[in-house]
């Protein structure tokens, strides 16, 4: 059973940056990962996603300002957040899968097994 927790939300001004958490315990380390968000009265979005073969896949609306990794030796996906807007205000949430999926649907949420809680992040202008 794998488990996540997500940690490093929090309020920041536009222009600020946040780094994001998300600690899995028993995950075997092979598979697909990534970061959504969703905000009040929306849908939730893919916003970064990442396979074990490190190949990676960005929303439009966070390239250039998002980045993914991960620290095996931690178990720990993470997410780099710059330049943030007022809309990238949402309950940001990571989701494993034991699968592997190429970069094509690593922003797909039907794919992922296990979801973190969430943490929130609220970016003002």
């Known amino acids: 059973e794998v488990q996540l927790v997500e940690s490093g939300g929090g309020s920041v001004q536009a222009g600020g940056s946040l780094r994001l958490s998300c600690e899995a315990s028993g995950y075997p380390g092979t598979g697909s990962m990534g970061w959504f968000r969703q905000a009040p009265g929306k849908e939730r979005e893919g916003v970064a996603g990442m396979n074990s073969g490190g190949f990676t896949a960005f929303a439009d609306s966070v390239k250039g300002r998002f980045t993914i990794s991960k620290d095996n030796s931690k178990n720990t996906l993470y997410l780099e957040m710059n330049s943030l807007k007022p809309e990238d205000t949402a309950m940001y949430y990571c989701?494993?899968?034991?699968?592997?999926?190429?970069?094509?649907?690593?922003?797909?949420?039907?794919?992922?097994?296990?979801w973190g809680q969430g943490t929130q992040v609220t970016v003002s202008s």
């Open positions: 989701g494993f899968t034991t699968t592997f999926f190429l970069k094509s649907r690593l922003l797909d949420a039907r794919i992922f097994d296990y």
